[in-house]
Each structure stands twice: as structure tokens, then as C-alpha cells.
């Protein structure tokens, strides 16, 4: 059975599509069926998969919009070892164009009924906003994961999170919960980042993964290179990290 993953933060710029590009890389390494959602119109999870965002003609888009069969855009060779539904900047007019369907909460949800149970791990990389795209894919999802990065201001956008979620669970996805709090981008030679974790731990215990992702150059060249770190530099402190956050999920999931 699938377990669809929303990955989602409205504050930019925290490690959503690192954490959605290489969690999935490093779970499809461990042998499961792992397939990523790119949705968010930047079209970043695409272009880190190695998939050139610019030459698309079919993308998650035309699936949202035009009602296309989800396995018509779906790339099965990536450099991630995972399958993928790709996106680019044609999704930023889909927002708009949404609002002229029913039910346009559900679009994507619907969409995924015919695939969903091809796959062990779905993730949806979601804007970096609280709009319907990103509504669309808690909609869609079991869970969500928050990354988090350790500052000032991240346990008051978390609340905010939390709020939403819990409203979407009551109005239109009843078993929607957070899957888990990821700490990322994290410097153990700043206290600020030791204070912000601890508090975290404090107010959400267990939903906080004790897996924490290092601030890493290698992590943040991969991109570049249309690699996921595992494929870019095994030996990595980043790559490393995704791959025991991995590890922590599957532990949790039992699988």
C-alpha cells in the first residue's frame, strides 16, 4: 500500500525539494517503489531529477488542468533511480485557471488513483505558499513532512503549518496528519540552531525526526548537476543524512 507524502513549508528556501529529491533517492536505493511529484511551477524537483524542465510538453500541468491520464507525463528514468511527474513554469497559470473547477481541491487526488498503488512512497514537493497547489497536494496526501530550518522565526511559520493542516483535515482530507518535523540546514556551531532545535523537541517530541540535515556543500551543488547528493558525492555529510533519515522512515513505517 502507497503512502503519499506532501512535502511542505510556506516559508521558501528550508530544503523542501533537497529533502523531496534526495529522501526519494535514498529509499529507491533500498530497493522501494518511489515515485516524486513536482509541484511547484520553479520546476526545481525536475530539473535535480537530471530532467530538463524547458523542453516538457507534458507535465503535471496538463494533468491539473486538462485532465490528462497522470501516466502520460510520467518519467520513468531519472538520475534518482525514482519515477516522476515532472512540472515547469506553465503551472503558475494553472492557480488561476483552478478556480473555474469544482471540487478543484481534489484534482490531483483524483488523478492519482490509477498510480498510487504502483508505488511504496509518493512525495509531492510543494510551493514554497499556502495556495491551491499546495492545497491540492494535502488533499492528496496521508501525511505531510515539514523541513524546518533551525531560526527565529521557524516554530512561529510551523504553528501557522499546523494550523492548516489541521483545518484541511477537517474540512476536506479527515486522515491528514503531520508525518514528521525534518530539522535541515543545521550548523552545531551556532547556538541559535541548538536553541531552535531543542525547543522543537520540547513542543513537538516525537514528530520531530532525530535524523537532522547538516548544512553541506556538496548538498547544495547536487542540483547543479541534475543529481540527487547520493549520486553527486556518496560520501557526503548530506547524502549520509538522507540516507539514515531514510532509514528512520522505513523503521517507522515498518517496512
Do not use: W
Amino acid at each position: 500500500m502507497s503512502k503519499i507524502i506532501a512535502i511542505a513549508n510556506q516559508k521558501g528556501g528550508v530544503g523542501k525539494t533537497t529533502t523531496c529529491v534526495n529522501l526519494a533517492a535514498s529509499l529507491a536505493s533500498l530497493q522501494k517503489r518511489v515515485l516524486v511529484i513536482d509541484s511547484d511551477p520553479q520546476g526545481n524537483a525536475t530539473m535535480a531529477s537530471g530532467i530538463n524542465k524547458f523542453e516538457l510538453k507534458k507535465t503535471i500541468c496538463q494533468v491539473l488542468i486538462d485532465g490528462m491520464d497522470i501516466r502520460d507525463c510520467l518519467i520513468e528514468e531519472t538520475n534518482g533511480a525514482f519515477h516522476l511527474i515532472p512540472a515547469n513554469e506553465d503551472l503558475t497559470a494553472a492557480e488561476v485557471k483552478l478556480l473555474d473547477y469544482l471540487a478543484r481541491e481534489f484534482r490531483l487526488k483524483n488523478a492519482l488513483n490509477d498510480i498510487k498503488d504502483n508505488y511504496d512512497y509518493i512525495f509531492i514537493d510543494c510551493p514554497p505558499s499556502l495556495n491551491l497547489l499546495t492545497v491540492n497536494a494535502m488533499c492528496a496526501a496521508d501525511s505531510i513532512l515539514v523541513p524546518l530550518q533551525c531560526e527565529y522565526f521557524a516554530l512561529e511559520g510551523l504553528t501557522l503549518l499546523i494550523d492548516t493542516v489541521d483545518q484541511l483535515a477537517h474540512a476536506v482530507n479527515p486522515k491528514l496528519k503531520i508525518e514528521g518535523i525534518l530539522r535541515t540546514m543545521f550548523d552545531n556551531r551556532n547556538r541559535l540552531s541548538s536553541d531552535v532545535s531543542d525547543e522543537l523537541k520540547r513542543n513537538f517530541d516525537t514528530l520531530v525526526y532525530e535524523t537532522i540535515i547538516p548544512r553541506n556543500v556538496r548538498l547544495a551543488e547536487a542540483p547543479s548537476f541534475g543529481k540527487p547528493a547520493m549520486y553527486y558525492d556518496k560520501s557526503s555529510m548530506g547524502s549520509k543524512a538522507y540516507m539514515a533519515l531514510a532509514h528512520e522512515m522505513l523503521q517507522k513505517d515498518g517496512k
